[in-house]
């Protein structure tokens, strides 16, 4: 089975452009999770999703990032404009529907993005 | 607010030994999971070990196993016969008592295995 797909695997852009992150969840799973790892912060959430809807989007560090989930099989986050303070290592994640409870999430690869 | 903390950013152990990797948390609740990820250079995250907190026993796969202890709000991994595919981040997490709520990560604890 497909894992949750991740695309690009690096982007290196010039602050000031505009970046978009994709994210496929795996089939099936309803709850889609974005997280940032940085040195200095460590993995934080910056939004979920349960079926397409954002529920909690507290983590989002300012107006320049935004996400999206349209339909059940792909969500975006994009920042615009960039910073380099925004480089670090962008996760996706998915889980099923919580039956039994305590269902684990599954990663993506993960995008690191540089912003220079 | 869910916190989590694990106390040792290094750890380092001989090839074949037994290492344990602390983690404690802070929650108001009572019902809600505990997870250990794994996270080798390749940045991929990788489940390790998971623990219900309405079950006493504790967690066993394979090799890892974890010693929760509810009351103290701790929850340690331990790795038997550690091998050096083992070395890597490993990040303790909780969630709330469903598979759709965040995990809250803590930072995490960088194993190195001796040959």
């Known amino acids: 089975d497909a894992g949750v797909i991740q695309s690009p695997r690096h982007e290196v852009t010039e602050m000031g452009q505009e970046v978009t992150l994709r994210c496929k969840p795996i089939?099936?799973?309803?709850?889609l999770f974005w997280y940032r790892q940085t040195m200095m912060r460590g993995l934080e959430l910056l939004i979920y999703?349960?079926?397409?809807?954002?529920?909690?989007d507290s983590g989002m560090p300012e107006d320049r990032f935004s996400a999206k989930m349209p339909n059940a099989s792909f969500s975006t986050l994009k920042i615009q404009p960039s910073e380099p303070r925004d480089s670090a290592v962008y996760f996706c994640?998915?889980?099923?529907?919580?039956?039994?409870?305590?269902?684990?999430?599954?990663f993506g690869d993960g995008t690191r993005l540089s912003i220079l | 607010a869910q916190t989590v903390t694990q106390s040792q950013p290094e750890m380092s152990v001989q090839e074949a030994e037994t290492v344990t990797l602390s983690c404690t948390y802070d929650?108001?609740?009572?019902?809600?999971?505990l997870f250990w990820y794994k996270q080798p250079p390749s940045r991929q995250m990788i489940l390790v070990i998971r623990?219900?907190?309405?079950?006493?026993q504790n967690a066993t796969e394979n090799r890892f196993s974890v010693n929760f202890q509810k009351a103290a709000k701790s929850f340690s991994l331990k790795i038997s016969d550690s091998q050096l595919g083992d070395a890597a981040m490993y990040f303790c997490?909780?969630?709330?008592?469903?598979?759709?709520?965040?995990?809250?990560f803590g930072k995490g604890t960088r194993l190195s295995v001796i040959a």
């Open positions: 994640a998915s889980s099923p529907r919580g039956f039994p409870p305590g269902q684990p999430q599954h």
């Open positions: 089939s099936g799973h309803n709850s």
């Open positions: 999703f349960n079926n397409n809807v954002p529920i909690d």
């Open positions: 929650t108001s609740e009572s019902d809600y999971y």
């Open positions: 623990q219900e907190a309405y079950k006493q």
């Open positions: 997490a909780y969630s709330l008592n469903s598979g759709n709520t965040p995990l809250v």
